[in-house]
């Protein structure tokens, strides 16, 4: 059983389009999260939602748009896709109590064409 | 505010050779601090953390790292480096008050030589 999924893995797509991420983790956990990876492998928080509120929303586009149906699921839709978007994303969750690591998803890697 | 500073990007040993990978980190509370892996186009696997229990943490595949306050300083080592080991290593860290999400170190590669 995959603790953290995200779908799908790999995601090419044309500059302009608009594209979704999902992510679902079967742990219980109370966070979940988006961080994003470049190219040098520099992993940076993007959203952060506690019990499906958004608690951490760092500076990036608007076009990057978190939903949070549930408390274990939490996705990310671009929109009008630019090639800097170019990244892989993970999604990761916690739980808030105790301080506790996070478990990440393989994460989705997004080539913008 | 918090932060963590890997001091090397990248470290090459031998085979059979000891591990060394520094970590310095930065936080205004007491530190929940963190090891994560992460091989080639996979995920991100835990290594080894430190809850302010014991300060010499044991993590998996031989992995260990000493939490030091007055350096504020959290290592990683390993006696005996195999090939498998070669990855990108990650120290992280979280704050137990305010921003809770985990924040990472730039990553140091660490290269495997036969």
């Known amino acids: 059983d995959t603790a953290v999924s995200q779908t799908p893995k790999y995601l090419v797509t044309q500059m302009g389009n608009d594209k979704s991420i999902k992510c679902e983790q079967n742990?219980?956990?109370?966070?979940m999260y988006w961080y994003k990876q470049d190219s040098k492998k520099f992993l940076k928080i993007m959203f952060s939602?506690?019990?499906?509120?958004?608690?951490i929303n760092e500076t990036v586009p608007n076009r990057f748009s978190p939903k949070s149906p549930d408390k274990a699921h939490l996705n990310l839709h671009i929109n009008s896709l630019e090639l800097g978007d170019s990244a892989v994303y993970f999604c990761a969750s916690s739980q808030t109590q105790g301080n506790t690591e996070a478990f990440f998803g393989q994460g989705t890697r997004l080539t913008v064409v | 505010a918090q932060s963590v500073t890997q001091l090397d990007s990248h470290v090459s040993v031998s085979e059979g050779t000891p591990v060394l990978l520094r970590c310095n980190y930065s936080?205004?509370?007491?530190?929940?601090l963190f090891w994560y892996v992460q091989h080639p186009n996979k995920g991100l696997q835990l290594l080894l953390k430190?809850?302010?229990?014991?300060?010499l943490v044991k993590g998996i595949n031989g992995f260990e790292a000493e939490f030091k306050k007055s350096e504020t300083s959290f290592h990683l080592t390993k006696p005996s480096a195999h090939m498998s080991d070669a990855a990108e290593y990650f120290c992280v860290v979280r704050s137990y008050t305010g921003r809770r999400a985990l924040t990472f170190g730039s990553g140091t590669r660490l290269q495997v030589q036969p």
């Open positions: 939602y506690n019990n499906k509120e958004l608690i």
């Open positions: 430190y809850t302010s229990a014991a300060t």
């Open positions: 742990l219980g956990h109370d966070t």
């Open positions: 936080s205004s509370y007491s530190p929940s």
